[in-house]
């Protein structure tokens, strides 16, 4: 799928997060699910930046603005800080299926370590501007509670969604004298979970996070029993979310007629578009023109090779970033 031309809004850096405000120059932001995410480029000399992937942090309900939290460590990410309101990112997704389904998953679990919030605060927009029931255990790992990112708008979320509980948990700092009954200042380990998260084969589990914290946070549920299959884990793969039919007619009856409508024009809009790119896809692959340019670089699908009519970026081939 080709990239399209965005221009920043705006770029704040907060305890070492980029969060990118992004508008389309044309149209709207594209269709994308909860969870999913985008690769960015941006002017580089006479030429343009290689591409890195980012979780998308707004709703996909906003068709405004796109947005991103991104932790700046390197020096991709320094030089994206650097750029300034009104310069030219260009946007290529979205891809990735650590995605929830909001007709079947109605008790949901989300694990973040760091700047593996990202993903969530997508879905928990999401499930805020559509008035979702979903029930939503947020258990969030940092080293230090102030430096939390997203700590705000995590809060505003907390306020708005009624079954949304969060617990903190702080590795780096000792409790203060003012504790919070959610905060807790410990790893979030095998005991804790089983003490406190009662986990059942009604739940969805959604890991991200550093690979270690992924890994062992795996570990720990598989050791509760939880099936390997009720646990997501953000490994950035291209594949397209899958939505079955049988879990709509089961769970439609459930919801508002407001939920229904707005779930089943986000169905068929994200079943009209796929459709759209699989064969424009094939149509390219199978009988290119010669008025096409045709590149072998680096493919969100490394089976087939990408065809553009632009130059193509330089894909860097490293593991994608929150």
Not at 185 to 204: E, V
């Amino acid at each position: 799928m080709n990239d399209a031309p965005y221009t920043i809004s705006s770029t704040v850096v907060k305890n070492g997060i980029l969060h990118l405000l992004l508008a389309p120059d044309t149209g709207s932001v594209f269709h994308f699910s909860a969870g999913q995410y985008a690769t960015l480029r941006f002017k580089e000399g006479r030429g343009t930046s290689f591409e890195r992937s980012f979780s998308i942090t707004s709703s996909p309900l906003t068709k405004t603005q796109l947005e991103f939290g991104i932790r700046v460590m390197g020096s991709y990410t320094r030089q994206l800080a650097a750029l300034k309101q009104g310069d030219t990112v260009w946007v290529r997704g979205p891809y990735g299926s650590f995605t929830f389904n909001p007709i079947r998953d109605l008790d949901l679990v989300f694990i973040a370590g760091g700047i593996g919030i990202t993903p969530f605060l997508s879905m928990l927009r999401m499930i805020s501007d559509t008035g979702l029931r979903s029930r939503v255990t947020l258990l969030y790992s940092n080293k230090k509670l102030d430096e939390t990112p997203f700590l705000a708008p995590i809060q505003q979320l907390a306020n708005q969604l009624p079954n949304l509980k969060i617990h903190y948990f702080v590795t780096d700092e000792t409790a203060s004298q003012k504790q919070q009954q959610n905060v807790h200042y410990q790893r979030l380990d095998r005991a804790w979970l089983a003490a406190n998260l009662k986990p059942s084969t009604d739940q969805s589990f959604f890991v991200c996070g550093p690979s270690g914290f992924m890994d062992a946070t795996r570990e720990n549920l598989i050791a509760l029993n939880i099936p390997e299959e009720l646990i997501h884990q953000e490994d950035f793969s291209f594949a397209p979310p899958k939505i079955r039919k049988s879990d709509i007619l089961f769970y439609l009856g459930g919801l508002s007629a407001a939920t229904v409508i707005t779930i089943l024009l986000l169905v068929t809009v994200y079943r009209t578009e796929a459709a759209k790119t699989a064969a424009k896809q094939l149509a390219e692959t199978v009988t290119p023109t010669s008025a096409q340019t045709t590149s072998q670089t680096t493919s969100p699908n490394p089976s087939k090779p990408s065809i553009t009519q632009t130059p193509a970026p330089i894909v860097q081939p490293t593991t994608a970033v929150s």
